[in-house]
């Protein structure tokens, strides 16, 4: 494996680590024929990154209740946000109405949304509204709170209260990690109510996320495979994956490259 890119290889090891719990330099060297001076260093900027924690003699997973920054998330897997963001797209009809959350990927869901004509908008993430509300055909409805400075969000009572006086045709949502029994996880306690309240008044949910946050921990259970419609995803997800979302009645759309390549 040592043509890979420095880029693919941090995204291999990120999820050799969270998979295993802890991996030991020698063998992380081994397994990407590096020295083990290249794998010490991608393991410092790794956990620079917050994606894995340093240990001397090899890395272990990230602390599960803290979330990478916002600045680093927006960067992380583009292109697979990318063209998961065109297929959520492609699923959601003209003169619709839906929430839309905070997350990355949901931003790059917004600016794929422009092209649609006559939605009906409404959202606790000020990078959503940004994008969306210079649309002149979009009604665009921004939620009350606490305005979250690390990235926009908008969480809080208020906002769960605000959510709670709509019904919408979809409701787009993102996560932090899908745990191995199905559970939906995410690293803030407000930020989960308002999702929460957002899938209570969605007629259809769907949940966007990249094939890394399978396996994924997070504190914060938000709730179950069950209690979404649709998984729009970059890559097929394991076997036992895919066993609870046909279990969960979960209709499971993936986005590769191939759907890059057709547009």
């Known amino acids: ?55 001397h003699g090899g890395a272990s997973a990230a ?21 998961i963001a065109k297929l959520v797209a492609q699923h959601i009809p003209d003169h619709a109405s839906l929430f839309i959350n905070i997350g990355t990927t949901n931003e790059a869901i917004a600016k794929e949304l422009l092209s649609h004509t006559g939605l009906k908008i409404i959202t ?7 994008i969306v ?60 109510r308002v999702a929460q309240a957002l899938i209570k008044n969605s007629r259809q949910v769907l949940l966007a996320c990249d094939h890394t946050k399978f396996g994924r921990q997070a504190m914060i259970k938000l709730g179950e495979l069950s209690d979404i419609n649709i998984l729009v995803t970059d890559r097929a997800p394991e076997d036992h994956f895919v066993t609870l979302l046909n279990d969960s009645d979960v209709t499971t759309l993936i986005a590769d490259e191939d759907l890059e390549e057709a547009t």
């Open 124 to 130: 606790n993430n000020l990078h959503v509204a940004a």
């Open 63 to 83: 602390p599960s209740t803290q979330n990478t920054e916002y600045a680093q998330r927006k960067l992380q897997q583009s292109p697979e946000k990318n063209r």
């Open 133 to 192: 509300s210079g649309k002149e055909d979009f009604e665009v409805i921004i939620a009350g709170g606490k305005v979250r400075s690390r990235d926009g969000g908008i969480i809080g009572e208020a906002t769960m209260d605000f959510v709670s006086q709509f019904r919408t045709d979809f409701g787009i949502i993102g996560i932090s990690g899908i745990d191995d029994d199905g559970s939906l996880l995410d690293f803030d306690y407000q930020e989960v």
């Open 1 to 55: 494996m040592a043509n890979l890119s420095q880029t693919a290889r941090h995204e291999q090891i990120v999820e050799l680590v969270t998979a295993k719990g802890f991996v030991s330099v020698e063998d992380l060297a081994g397994h990407f024929d590096v020295t083990p001076q290249t794998m010490r260093r991608d393991i410092n900027t790794l956990a620079t990154e917050n994606r894995v924690r340093r240990f």
